[in-house]
């Protein structure tokens, strides 16, 4: 039966894709143009298409006085989901309806308003659990993975597809963009309700008044649009969801081989590896970057190339060293060019007590100076030198009680003279990095002696490209050791091989057949690349989501004692013209002290997933094991556990601990009247 192409894609479920069409009723255009921006406008009756995907490419946004928005999946703004009203009433419901995975955002939580009675326990009302996998049989039953949220040891259960309840969406704190919630949280055959969580700067011109002074929940409405293969051309078709015509299903009647099957790179990485090497046909060429070398890009304008094999290869992700708009970069591990150190900045006391290794000791001198609230406790002041040594907690003598407070053990430089003292880990104040060591590293060397992320510069750049794009940044922030998905292609001659990124390269190609020639003969060339500030969050949120959250920052006292007098402070004594150095005991050098325009962190804030359709693509980048790193470098030594932490902690959202810690760098300290108490800290 003929149903309009909008029915039939509101009914379309993406699982039984592909499905072959037949245009009942044709939509011609007007001076028979047969594409239009590359979206088909012509569809004559008769013609047979293979849809092959189903993708969101906008969203209608209706607020609560019926007006209604259009939101490109580009729209950076964030958003928090409303929990569905509607209850599922089994499982096999939920599993139609929304997407489940392994992927985090895939794992959709439920509450039980029934109890639940299984072999190994009980799911008790109210309860919530989350889905985890889904399996399927032949029969068509099948059962879902599930586990009790916040449940420790953690509990593991089955349910059936068939299971009957009352189930209800558990509300949801997190945020998402667009193009996430597309992706993951639009279930089938329901509305979905969000709530604007933050709106763009005022200075992006293109989104900025989208929502502006539009308050209250909004109803999304996803527009579709189809992806298909029409039976005489190669070509993918882009074809909008609300085209005007009549189309019949008849998958049953065709054979859906007797179309090519175009590939992304992503469908061709988890191809199994025993079929490459592979020729393919190139059917749409990806874009063109500033940062790929002449080479690379011929490669990738080529008609055909050989897929050689799938893999996963290690980067370094790093930052531009740049207050405003720094660049992103991927750094492969062969990178051959020579690094040197640069300073770091840390804006509080807990960021030296983070910055701590093994590997060395930490010689910082302090930028910005506060008075400590406590008697047994130091002050800083601008220009006091310190090197690092350990945190614990300290007990101070606070209006005749004795109180726990972290501190900082520190020794204090007074020309030739060290002095111990303690640092409260819970006051404001700014540091700068002494360094000491001059040698030059590479990049690998960086990641196995040094705590990330690390500051570096470009010495030497490497010989073996024809431009080395890090040479000419001032400074590089190394964040993290990732892997991500590559593959090795080359051109049909082997002259050219190279690493070719599959969730950044947006290509198209058909596999035609296998490959018996030769084998690479020279060595596989790997691309710096620059990416973008979507990409770099989604990676810095995707890393962050395979290891341990670190450990929550000091909690400052709810009501401080008074603040004692100020000392005046004594004439500072000269420095020394050599400081001993910690990194080399073998020749002293003298210390090296600049600002950087930076300030290093731990965390970036996260917001997203990529230029590319989804958030996140397969697989996910994951985190390097950490290496074993040594006293010196030199040296390898056995990394001590830190000490048990009894104390309570709040908790603080990592955005609101980034605006806290950028405030703590820009405003200026004023020193107090002496006597008088202050009510910060």
Not at 317 to 328: D, K, M, V, W, Y
Not at 422 to 447: A, L, N, T, W
Not at 545 to 554: E, L, S, V
Request: hydrophobic share 35%; net charge negative; aromatic share 8%.
């Amino acid at each position: 039966m003929a149903v309009t192409l909008t029915e039939f894609t509101r009914s379309l479920d993406p699982k039984t894709l592909p499905r072959i069409l037949q245009i009942q009723s044709g939509f011609y255009c007007q001076g028979a143009v047969y594409e239009l921006f590359g979206r088909e406008c012509c569809l004559a009756t008769g013609d047979l298409m293979k849809i092959i995907d189903i993708s969101i490419t906008r969203f209608i946004a209706q607020t609560a006085d019926a007006s209604e928005i259009k939101l490109p999946l580009e729209y950076p703004g964030l958003f928090r989901i409303i929990s569905d009203s509607q209850p599922y009433l089994t499982i096999k419901e939920i599993v139609d309806s929304l997407k489940v995975s392994s992927h985090r955002l895939g794992q959709p939580a439920f509450i039980s308003a029934n109890q639940i009675q299984l072999p190994q326990g009980l799911v008790k009302e109210k309860e919530g659990f989350r889905i985890t996998a889904v399996t399927l049989d032949v029969q068509g039953g099948g059962h879902v993975d599930c586990e009790l949220l916040h449940k420790e040891p953690k509990f593991s259960f089955r349910l059936d597809l068939s299971q009957e309840g009352h189930f209800m969406e558990c509300e949801d704190d997190q945020f998402y963009t667009l193009r996430e919630l597309a992706e993951w949280k639009i279930p089938k055959g329901r509305k979905r309700t969000v709530t604007a969580a933050n709106a763009p700067p005022p200075k992006d011109m293109l989104f900025s008044t989208l929502l502006e002074n539009v308050s209250g929940e909004l109803t999304l409405t996803p527009v579709y649009e189809l992806q298909a293969v029409m039976q005489l051309r190669k070509s993918v078709a882009l074809i909008p969801s609300n085209m005007d015509v009549d189309v019949m299903d008849v998958t049953e009647q065709f054979d859906v081989n007797t179309f090519i099957q175009p590939l992304s790179l992503q469908d061709i990485f988890q191809k199994p590896s025993e079929i490459f090497p592979m020729v393919a046909d190139v059917i749409e060429r990806p874009l063109v970057e500033s940062y790929m070398p002449g080479e690379l890009v011929s490669l990738l304008r080529s008609e055909q190339v050989i897929i050689h094999r799938v893999y996963e290869a290690k980067r370094i992700l790093a930052t531009e060293i740049r207050q405003e708009s720094p660049r992103h970069f991927l750094i492969p591990a062969i990178y051959k060019g020579r690094l040197k150190r640069r300073p770091r900045e840390f804006p509080t006391a807990y960021d030296l007590e983070r910055a701590r290794s093994d590997t060395e000791q930490l010689h910082v001198v302090a930028t910005r100076g506060f008075d400590s609230t406590y008697s047994g406790l130091a002050s800083v002041l601008v220009g006091d030198e310190f090197v690092v040594k350990k945190s614990k907690s300290a007990e101070v003598v606070c209006d005749g009680n004795r109180d726990a407070v972290d501190a900082l053990t520190c020794m204090k430089i007074k020309g030739k003279t060290h002095e111990s003292v303690r640092i409260p880990m819970c006051q404001d104040g700014g540091f700068m990095e002494v360094i000491h060591d001059k040698r030059q590293y590479s990049i690998s060397e960086v990641c196995h002696w040094f705590p990330l992320p690390f500051n570096v510069k470009v010495s030497v750049r490497d010989l073996s490209l024809k431009e080395d794009i890090l040479a000419s940044v001032p400074g590089l922030r190394i964040e993290e050791e990732i892997t991500d998905p590559y593959l090795l292609i080359s051109t049909l001659d082997l002259s050219s091989w190279w690493e070719v990124p599959v969730n950044r390269t947006h290509m198209i190609v058909h596999l035609e057949k296998s490959w018996t020639g030769g084998v690479p003969t020279s060595n596989v060339n790997s691309a710096i690349e620059e990416i973008s500030e979507d990409s770099y969050y989604t990676m810095r949120r995707y890393v962050f989501t395979t290891i341990m959250p670190p450990p929550r920052p000091p909690k400052k006292p709810k009501q401080p004692p008074a603040r004692p007098a100020k000392p005046q402070p004594n004439p500072r004594p000269e420095k020394p013209t050599n400081t001993p150095t910690s990194c080399s005991p073998k020749s002293p050098r003298p210390a090296v002290v600049c600002r950087d325009s930076s300030t290093d962190r731990s965390h970036s804030t996260v917001r997203t997933e990529r230029t590319p359709k989804s958030p996140a693509t397969f697989p996910k980048p994951v985190l390097q094991k950490a290496v074993t790193r040594g006293h010196s470098l030199e040296d390898v030594c056995v990394n001590i556990p830190d000490e048990d932490d009894p104390h309570d902690y709040e908790y603080i959202d990592e955005d609101e601990l980034d605006n806290i810690r950028k405030q703590f760098h820009e405003q200026s300290i004023s020193i107090p009247a002496k006597g008088k108490p202050s009510n910060t800290i």
